[in-house]
């Protein structure tokens, strides 16, 4: 089955510095690629997500990138803010394993003011 | 816009005791699914269901039993907890699986098996 490693396990980094997490994942007929947010007390909340066919995507502050060649995707967060503390999912999925949604382990982020 | 809810919230129990885990959601979303979060290992599903009374195994099923009479409801229940099974458990709807559905999660479910 699928298997996403996701790297680092934990980011410290100075308010308005940009963060960056990466994932690799070994299936490579997955497709579908999300990164979930989950703030302290909470559950997940979708973010971003970025799908095969295309090579990045960018929302405000946020932007994915995916190399499907190396299997791998990255979240890019710039001009950090502390409101981006949390803890960060990837996760990728395929259609012909079902859809299923296979979580990285997941990466705290911790922006210092 | 109630959303998604999860009770209890914590829970603490014995080594062999039942326990169910409760998760209702008011959009009438055709997908529910249980996870479990665990440090190192990010999260991992443990059962979902495409419709009422349709339910499968995830990845890691073992010890738990699920059911889905109504649409709304999907309850998680360890029918004899181990130690193993302390963790925290997060219940997730969404629209559609076709391969692009956001997933929309409860606040989760802090369980302690002692």
């Known amino acids: 089955g699928e298997n996403v490693e996701q790297h680092p396990s934990t980011l410290s980094v100075q308010e308005g510095d940009s963060a960056v997490i990466k994932c690799t994942y070994s299936?490579?007929?997955?497709?579908?690629f999300p990164w979930y947010k989950q703030e302290l007390g909470k559950g997940p909340q979708l973010i971003i997500d970025i799908r095969s066919n295309v090579g990045e995507k960018k929302d405000q502050r946020i932007a994915v990138t995916l190399n499907k060649t190396a299997k791998h995707f990255s979240l890019h967060i710039t001009e950090t803010q502390p409101e981006d503390s949390a803890v960060y999912f990837c996760?990728?999925?395929?259609?012909?394993?079902?859809?299923?949604?296979?979580f990285g382990g997941g990466t705290r982020v911790l922006v210092k003011p | 816009d109630a959303g998604i809810t999860q009770s209890p919230r914590y829970k603490i129990t014995e080594t062999g005791r039942q326990v169910t885990l409760m998760c209702h959601q008011t959009?009438?979303?055709?997908?529910m699914f249980w996870y479990r979060q665990d440090l190192g290992h990010g999260l991992r599903l443990i059962y979902y269901s495409a419709a009422a009374d349709i339910t499968d195994k995830g990845e890691v099923p073992d010890g738990y039993v699920v059911s889905r009479s109504k649409t709304e409801n999907f309850p998680l229940t360890l029918e004899s907890a181990t130690r193993s099974q302390t963790s925290v458990y997060f219940c997730?709807?969404?629209?559609?699986?076709?391969?692009?559905?956001?997933?929309?999660f409860g606040e989760g479910s802090r369980l302690t098996v002692l």
């Open positions: 997730a709807s969404s629209v559609s699986w076709a391969n692009t559905g956001e997933l929309f």
């Open positions: 959009w009438s979303h055709s997908y």
């Open positions: 996760a990728a999925s395929a259609k012909a394993a079902g859809n299923k949604l296979t």
């Open positions: 299936d490579s007929a997955s497709n579908y």
